[in-house]
């Protein structure tokens, strides 16, 4: 029983709804020292489709779900913590260990195989690190699962094809557009996933 996680992804909540967890970096870092005061130390990963909160399990007690939340309570009502409250996903010990070795290989993800999600956990891990906000259990944790995925990732054919869903989003768009001869793209947003959007469709400008 080393670790606990709690947290969302796609299959407890809406687009809109992660939207309204989605933290800045200098906001990721006030909300990690909110949580070390009341909760301790942690790694805290935040992508467009998750959000996970990865703890010792020692520190767990009944109000950690609540503590947890309380960091997102600047733009969040009661009735809307109490919604989150009901729907966060919660895993202990092996269980936790699981999710987190299924979620660096993108079997937790929208696009299964998505090899994103291995980048964004690795610097998730570094970054809470370098800050002094994890332990060396969880750095123990995250290393071993870093490692297994990136053996997993070189060792099965399967995995070794970069997939993502901006790199899939470009494909289908292709397609649908393979009829005009000089097609004009719009890209909203100037996110992670918008940012590889446009680096897909360079090749194809002009």
């Known amino acids: 029983n080393m670790i606990v996680i709690i947290g969302f992804s796609h299959k407890q909540l809406d687009l809109e709804w992660r939207g309204k967890l ?20 942690h790694c805290f990963i935040q992508t ?12 767990y007690r ?23 409250q009901e729907r966060v996903m919660i895993c202990h010990g092996s269980e936790a260990v699981s999710y987190l070795t299924r979620m660096s290989v993108g079997l ?5 195989g998505e090899d994103q999600i291995l980048g964004q956990f690795k610097e998730a ?21 870093i490692t297994f995925a990136k053996k997993m990732k070189t060792s099965y054919q399967g995995m070794q094809r970069s997939v993502s ?3 899939l989003a470009v494909k289908q768009a292709m397609h ?6 000089q097609p004009v793209f719009l890209v909203v947003g100037r996110g ?15």
């Open 22 to 41: 989605a933290l800045t970096s200098n906001e990721r870092i006030d909300a990690s020292l909110y949580w070390m005061s009341h909760i301790g130390p």
């Open 48 to 59: 467009c489709n998750r959000l996970a909160f990865v703890m010792e399990a020692k520190d």
């Open 62 to 84: 009944d109000d950690t779900v609540s503590q947890w939340l309380r960091a997102f309570s600047s733009r969040l009502g009661h009735k809307e913590l109490d919604y989150l």
């Open 108 to 112: 937790e993800s929208m696009v299964i």
């Open 125 to 145: 891990w570094e970054s809470g690190k370098d800050l002094g906000f994890t332990s060396k259990t969880i750095n123990t944790v995250c290393l071993q699962v």
């Open 165 to 167: 869903v901006a790199s």
């Open 176 to 181: 649908c557009v393979a009829h005009i001869e």
């Open 192 to 206: 992670e996933t918008g940012q590889l959007i446009h680096t897909y469709l360079a090749p194809f400008a002009s």
